[in-house]
């Protein structure tokens, strides 16, 4: 139930390329509101096409927080977005009755939502085995090991990020818990009301637009992207979907379209696991994209009971 006379969060959220930033601009808009971003590749300024970013006529639509707000080289955890987005909504509110929060890293919205929990003393010495052994043999070998010891953590998360990977099982390794059973054990009561929506659609919809979505992005230069981008690789914004692979296809590993098959494939994935997280929240009310109108009529009715 909403709280009434104070200020109202609303989420948006659901898988890639479902029409997310298109309803944040339409309700913004319509409640004359900021959107802050909550997806965790769209902070970062070097990487523009890769991370489907607003275009420059969305972004004059309605004012946007946390677009191109941060550079790959610098580290911008999730508990760092907390504190940031809650100062940027808390602005919002001083100006606006309403203020819309969109993205599909289900770990950032979760932190402004419900908070983050005091994370464990990790084991420095662990940490540096990690990181070591993921310079020396890869990826896939601290992802298996992380299946293995919190596989409820592995599936909620990007398992191409390795610090995500390493984060998890640094945690599992150091304390014999697991991260996925400290998340939001107990939420922090917010000074403000929330309303969450979730986008989705048929899944060959979904993919279809998926697909399209990476033809597109390969189109309007991501390869020269990527490439513009080579001297970052090691930085841990750069080791994520539509990027890793063609790393991998400058690297003389794949060809080119076995390349482009993997972002979609990953992609693909990518989506299945935002909305196996998003799913388990009951509050989230669930629209078909490209009906604003519904959704608004919806807000509308949420924001008028006493």
């Known amino acids: 139930m909403l709280k009434s006379n104070i200020k109202t969060l609303i989420v948006i959220v659901g898988p890639t390329a479902i029409g997310k930033t298109a309803l944040a601009i339409d309700i913004a808009k319509h409640y004359k509101t900021e959107i802050v971003s909550a997806d965790s590749r769209q902070f970062f300024k070097e990487m523009e096409i890769g991370t489907a970013k607003p275009n420059a006529v969305e972004l004059a639509a309605a004012k946007h927080h946390f677009i191109n707000s941060h550079s790959v080289t610098q580290l911008f955890s999730t508990g760092d977005f907390e504190v940031e987005a809650l100062k940027v909504i808390e602005n919002i509110f001083e100006k606006h009755d309403q203020a819309v929060m969109v993205g599909g890293s289900g770990l950032y919205v979760n932190a402004v939502v419900n908070g983050l929990d005091e994370m464990p003393e990790?084991?420095?010495?662990?940490?540096?085995?990690?990181?070591?052994?993921?310079?020396?043999?890869?990826?896939?070998?601290?992802?298996?090991?992380?299946?293995?010891?919190?596989?409820?953590?592995?599936?909620?998360?990007?398992?191409?990020?390795?610090?995500?990977?390493?984060?998890?099982?640094?945690?599992?390794?150091?304390?014999?818990?697991?991260?996925?059973?400290?998340?939001?054990?107990?939420?922090?009561?917010?000074?403000?009301?929330?309303?969450?929506?979730?986008?989705?659609?048929?899944?060959?919809?979904?993919?279809?637009?998926?697909?399209?979505?990476?033809?597109?992005?390969?189109?309007?230069?991501?390869?020269?992207?990527?490439?513009?981008?080579?001297?970052?690789?090691?930085?841990?914004?750069?080791?994520?979907?539509?990027?890793?692979?063609?790393?991998?296809?400058?690297?003389?590993?794949?060809?080119?379209?076995?390349?482009?098959?993997?972002?979609?494939?990953?992609?693909?994935?990518?989506?299945?696991?935002?909305?196996?997280?998003?799913?388990?929240?009951?509050?989230?009310?669930?629209?078909?994209?490209?009906?604003?109108?519904?959704?608004?009529?919806?807000?509308?009715?949420?924001?008028k009971k006493p």
């Open 122 to 303: 990790i084991d420095l010495k662990i940490r540096a085995a990690l990181n070591k052994q993921f310079d020396d043999e890869g990826l896939e070998i601290i992802q298996n090991q992380l299946k293995q010891h919190d596989p409820e953590y592995y599936e909620k998360v990007d398992q191409n990020n390795p610090q995500r990977m390493i984060r998890g099982l640094e945690v599992f390794l150091s304390t014999r818990k697991k991260l996925s059973s400290m998340l939001s054990s107990t939420k922090k009561q917010r000074p403000f009301n929330i309303i969450k929506i979730g986008l989705n659609t048929d899944r060959a919809k979904l993919y279809q637009s998926i697909n399209l979505r990476v033809d597109k992005m390969m189109e309007n230069g991501l390869l020269e992207e990527v490439k513009s981008l080579i001297n970052y690789r090691r930085d841990n914004a750069l080791n994520t979907v539509g990027y890793s692979e063609l790393f991998d296809y400058l690297d003389e590993q794949v060809p080119l379209d076995v390349a482009v098959a993997s972002i979609k494939q990953n992609t693909r994935r990518f989506a299945k696991r935002q909305l196996t997280w998003f799913r388990r929240d009951e509050d989230i009310k669930w629209f078909e994209p490209g009906k604003p109108e519904s959704v608004i009529n919806m807000i509308d009715q949420e924001l």
